[in-house]
């Protein structure tokens, strides 16, 4: 082991991310090496100021503002359809009749998701395999077991 | 091999209140995540919301069997690995930055990296946020997985649907990137680790 070596190797040697014999080599090096023993130092410094950074704290109403944009998108997502003519024009002729019926009715309607309701999920069902939940990027199968 | 989400039938209907559980035992989480990448609470939030509105949509290929957070992060992370894109902040390999196995980094390009914005010595967890927004995004990402979230190189190889050859790099290349930073800005309180050594 030389101290290039050890260098290279410092950040995985403070994550315990290499393998046993690696790890003596770099003990056995930095008790000889003063200049690594420093760089093994400042290393571990970082990684421990790091783990000790306090949480942030969202703020006091971004709970209620994001579950209220979640609950907002279940009710705008429309399902994905193949558009076909035929089919067009038949929604059409219902949906005419459905008018006509409707004024001819008195049709009790739910009103729009209250804010305690659950998120509703069916309008999104249909987007099943359109997609991928990672914005373009393959989705990459990964190794059982994990993580 | 086996896919990270559940491939369910299509008769299986996802349960709406589960999702709301969910979100509220991990949002606090998710959003700290957020905080540390972004380095913005206005950002972090933007993320957060739209991290979770994604989730939402393809919550049926969520595994139960596995951790939620990690779904999360892993959403969260490939959002705003698209975002800093976008922002056209992704350059052609740099001598500077371009790693070893070839992949491409961004340019250090964060306005709030600016150390005289608002940050005083002795203000530790300021400067290490500085210190953070001072690596390449996808070095810091690596970083904050290891270091403030204490994962396996395993675990963040997997979030970040990368190998463990690329996460070591960036982590390597990271950290160094951010230890020149705070020398450089903070020389008080990050080199006197060095003085005390013979
Ligand atoms: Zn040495």
Not at chain 1, 113 to 134: K, M, N, R
Not at chain 2, 92 to 97: E, G, K, P, R, T
Request: aromatic share 8%.
């Amino acid at each position: 082991m030389n101290c290039r070596n050890f260098k290279a190797k410092v950040a995985h040697y403070v994550d315990q991310e290499l393998s046993g014999s690696e790890m003596i080599a770099m003990q056995h090096h930095c008790r000889d090496c003063s200049e690594c023993a420093c760089e093994l130092k400042r290393e571990q410094e970082l990684k421990s100021m790091l783990a000790s950074l306090q949480a942030p704290q969202p703020s006091a109403e971004f709970e209620s503002k994001l579950f209220d944009a979640v609950r907002a998108q279940g009710n705008q997502v429309q399902p994905v359809r193949i558009w076909r003519p035929w089919r067009t024009a038949a929604v059409a002729a219902i949906a005419g009749a459905a008018i006509v019926f409707g004024a001819l009715q008195t049709i009790d309607r739910k009103p729009a998701l209250a804010q305690s309701d659950p998120i509703d999920f069916s309008a999104d069902q249909a987007v099943q395999g359109t997609q991928d939940p990672f914005g373009g990027t393959p989705v990459v199968t990964v190794s059982s077991g994990q993580p | 091999m086996q896919s990270l989400f559940a491939n369910p039938t299509q008769t299986q209907r996802p349960d709406p209140a589960a999702f709301e559980r969910y979100m509220r035992d991990s949002h606090r989480q998710v959003y700290g995540l957020a905080m540390r990448l972004t380095g913005q609470s206005s950002d972090a939030e933007d993320l957060v919301q739209e991290a979770y509105i994604r989730a939402f949509r393809f919550f049926f290929r969520y595994d139960p069997s596995l951790p939620f957070t990690s779904w999360m992060y892993r959403i969260l992370t490939n959002i705003h690995i698209d975002h800093n894109r976008r922002k056209g902040r992704v350059k052609a390999s740099s001598l500077d930055h371009a790693g070893s196995d070839g992949e491409t980094a961004w340019e250090v390009a964060d306005e709030s990296s600016s150390p005289d914005k608002l940050v005083m010595e002795g203000e530790l967890d300021d400067a290490l946020q500085l210190g953070l927004m001072a690596m390449c995004p996808e070095f810091r990402m690596a970083v904050v997985l290891a270091d403030v979230e204490g994962m396996a190189y395993e675990e963040i190889a997997d979030v970040m649907q990368t190998s463990i050859g690329t996460v070591r790099s960036r982590i390597h290349r990271g950290r160094k990137q951010m230890r020149r930073y705070l020398e450089r800005e903070f020389p008080e309180r990050f080199r006197e680790v060095a003085r005390e050594l013979p």
